[in-house]
């Protein structure tokens, strides 16, 4: 019940965020200059992985509402947390190149 209620709020929290980041990344790459760099990173970073916990959330949410059963839960709930895990590992290398770059 409480896990419920605090994956809800945290939907809610996460759409809120999302609107801040993605404010702050349209802010920070078109009104900065190179000194920016890390900064555009650190945003990015956190708008992905708002974005796939507010997503990856919200499909779990969708798929519980047909009444499947507790293993199938389980299944679902750690498929979604992996997939989470490696696309977010995905965008931290994607960002390497721009962290590293001269």
Do not use: E, P
């Not at 992985?49 to 839960?73: C, E, M, P, Q, S």
Request: with cysteine; glycine share 10%; charged share 10%.
């Amino acid at each position: 019940m409480w896990k419920s209620v605090g994956l809800w709020i945290m939907q809610r929290l996460t759409a809120v965020f999302l609107i801040l980041f993605l404010g702050t990344h349209l802010w920070v790459n078109n009104f900065t200059t190179g000194w920016a760099a890390f900064l555009k990173v650190v945003i990015d970073l956190c708008l992905l992985a708002t974005a796939l916990f507010h997503g990856l959330n919200g499909v779990r949410t969708i798929i519980l509402d047909f009444g499947i059963g507790y293993k199938a839960r389980q299944f679902l709930s750690v498929s979604l947390v992996t997939l989470g895990i490696t696309a977010f590992l995905f965008g931290v290398f994607g960002f390497l190149s721009l962290i590293f770059t001269k």
